[in-house]
């Protein structure tokens, strides 16, 4: 008896302030949709990151039957004492952790490895089509590279040298920034949720305040009194937070998913990773319109 009243109380509140309960959900899915794109995104830079941080700061390649470079089109392939020489170079250049050969079959594996979601690319490859290298771990990468750089450069048998640690800069920077951007964006809507849900319980607790004097003088204990209005607050986050797990899912499959594609590299993120988000948002949304209600109730509905 006493919880068919609760519920009657409930639906009640959510029929009589249902432009402001629409509202509050449509905010509260909203904010949370954005708070949830935001740690997405932070575990999408956190696991591109740690990707490429593990791998070298250096590569530097030899020149091969196919290399486009001139230098290698007129002295032809790096034979074995160069590449050996180069080595030999590095190891005694106080400015290199270690220093380790890569064959142009290993290169080729790896090359399948991180661009298997283009395998016309992968297929369009031939194995000899992909240089050997020495993969070179720098001490310190912001100091010592311009030194190891130029020790490298133009040596014989050498093709290219590439610096790892800057082909994601600029993608690093576009992801941090439209992660702070969606993350105080969020934080923001999340104040206006607050005040929104409390504005929502104090004018449903105006309207019923008759129903709440009547309760008071038949000895209504003072949770009894306020758990309609609680749960009611709740509700609305629950659906606000299925709306927001269901944009965060489109998020995920339209857009980080579309992303790991473009780039082609294998750090996307998993399902586990998105489930731990759309929990967090959960809690998070229970958490605000449930604390808020019981805050909200405290002050204005005197028990």
């Known amino acids: 008896m006493r919880s068919q009243f609760v519920f009657s109380e409930i639906w009640i509140g959510l029929r009589r302030?249902?432009?402001?309960?629409?509202?509050?959900?449509?905010?509260?899915?909203?904010?949370?949709?954005?708070?949830?794109?935001?740690?997405?995104?932070?575990?999408?830079?956190?696991?591109?990151?740690?990707?490429?941080?593990?791998?070298?700061?250096?590569s530097v390649y030899f020149c091969i039957k196919t290399s486009a470079n001139p230098?290698?089109?007129?002295?032809?392939?790096?034979?074995?004492?160069?590449?050996?020489?180069?080595?030999?170079?590095?190891?005694?250049?106080?400015?290199?952790?270690?220093?380790?050969?890569?064959?142009?079959a290993e290169q080729y594996q790896d090359f399948r490895q991180e661009f298997s979601n283009e395998p016309s690319l992968v297929n369009n490859t031939p194995s000899n089509g992909i240089p050997d290298s020495l993969e070179v771990k720098l001490k310190d990468p912001s100091a010592d590279y311009a030194v190891v750089n130029s020790a490298v450069t133009g040596a014989p048998g050498v093709d290219s040298v590439v610096n790892e640690m800057t082909i994601l800069d600029k993608f690093y920077k576009l992801l941090d920034a439209a992660r702070n951007a969606v993350v105080i964006i969020a934080l923001i809507l999340l104040v206006a949720a607050t005040l929104l849900v409390a504005n929502t319980i104090r004018l449903s607790a105006f309207n019923r305040r008759r129903e709440t004097s009547?309760?008071?003088?038949?000895?209504?204990?003072?949770?009894?009194?306020q758990l309609p209005f609680l749960l009611e607050g709740a509700?609305?986050?629950?659906?606000?937070?299925?709306?927001?797990?269901?944009?965060?899912?489109?998020?995920?499959?339209?857009?980080?998913?579309?992303?790991?594609?473009?780039?082609?590299?294998?750090?996307?993120?998993?399902?586990?990773?998105?489930?731990?988000?759309?929990?967090?948002?959960?809690?998070?949304?229970?958490?605000?319109?449930?604390?808020?209600?019981?805050?909200?109730?405290?002050?204005?509905?005197?028990v």
């Open 71 to 104: 230098v290698c089109e007129e002295d032809g392939p790096a034979t074995q004492a160069q590449k050996s020489a180069l080595e030999t170079r590095l190891q005694q250049m106080p400015q290199v952790q270690f220093v380790q050969y890569v064959s142009q």
């Open 214 to 225: 009547i309760m008071r003088l038949v000895g209504a204990s003072n949770f009894y009194i």
């Open 235 to 302: 509700i609305a986050g629950l659906i606000g937070w299925a709306i927001a797990a269901g944009l965060l899912v489109a998020v995920k499959s339209l857009m980080l998913d579309s992303l790991e594609q473009y780039f082609s590299f294998n750090v996307g993120l998993s399902v586990g990773d998105l489930i731990e988000v759309i929990v967090f948002s959960m809690a998070v949304g229970v958490l605000l319109c449930g604390v808020t209600s019981f805050v909200t109730l405290r002050r204005y509905l005197r």
């Open 17 to 58: 302030n249902l432009t402001m309960t629409m509202a509050l959900i449509v905010v509260v899915a909203i904010s949370l949709s954005l708070l949830g794109t935001g740690l997405l995104f932070v575990k999408q830079v956190n696991r591109t990151r740690s990707f490429w941080q593990g791998r070298v700061e250096m």
